[in-house]
Every structure is written in C-alpha cells, then in structure tokens.
C-alpha cells in the first residue's frame, strides 16, 4: 500500500481517524481468524489492554508492532492500513488554519490548492502507470 508523501501534513483529526480505522482493521482480521485479545497479545508481546487500545484507536503502535499484528493474523500490513480517503479530508487546509486568512484572499488560496491537488494527483497517476 502507497502512503503519499504529504501524510506529514494530516492534521490531529485525520491522524486519529488513521488509528481508528486502524483499530477497526485489527479487531476485523482479529475476529475472522477466531483470535481473542488475549491470544492476539500473546502472539505479538502485548498486553490485552494495548491490544484493547490498539482496537479503540488509542494506541498508536509502531510499525514493526503492526508487522508483528499482522504476520500473526495472516495477511500483508497492507491490508491493516486504511486507505487515504479514508481519513484524509477533501481540503489540505483544515478550518482552524483558514481563520488567519484574509475573507478575499480565500478565493486565491482555494484556487492554489485546487490546482496543487490536481498537479500532485496527476503525477502520482503517472508514477501509478509507470509501475
């Protein structure tokens, strides 16, 4: 799975709906392969509660902790990860950074990021192909 190089720029909002949609996907995969948090925590060096937090969203794991989760349920990290649409919003601006904003320099601003989006989506398009 393909994370853009601008994840740094996720806001607080957005990197806790990563770790939520995370969660989710822990306790999905968790559940089909007939786990209990107990046994999860077992098989990667855990605690049953970090196993709780992981599935809540509270704990942001490391990656080789996710590596360890998901080589114990069988399937690629890749499909632990939520895509981008997923948690990312549709504006690379969130509200609070657009209140220093000038009212008549919002059109310019929302016209800029616009065109960066559709520059940085088509080039990851091409990339896409060439691969």
Do not use: W
């Not at 995370?22 to 098989?43: D, F, H, M, P, W």
């Amino acid at each position: 799975m393909y994370f853009s190089r601008y994840i740094c720029h996720v806001n607080q909002t957005q990197r806790q709906r990563l770790y939520d949609l995370l969660g989710e996907n822990v306790k999905k995969y968790r559940s089909k392969k007939g786990l209990t948090q107990e046994q999860l925590a077992n098989e990667v060096a855990l605690t049953r509660t970090s196993v709780v937090n992981i599935e809540q969203g509270r704990q942001h794991p490391p990656l080789y902790i996710l590596f360890d989760i998901a080589k114990a349920l069988e399937i690629e990290l890749g499909t632990l990860l939520p895509p981008e649409s997923s948690f990312l919003s549709t504006s690379l601006i969130d509200e609070e950074s657009l209140k220093g904003v000038a009212e008549k320099d919002l059109p310019k601003l929302t016209s800029f990021v616009a065109a960066f989006r559709k520059s940085t989506g088509d080039h990851e398009q091409k990339a896409a192909e060439t691969n």
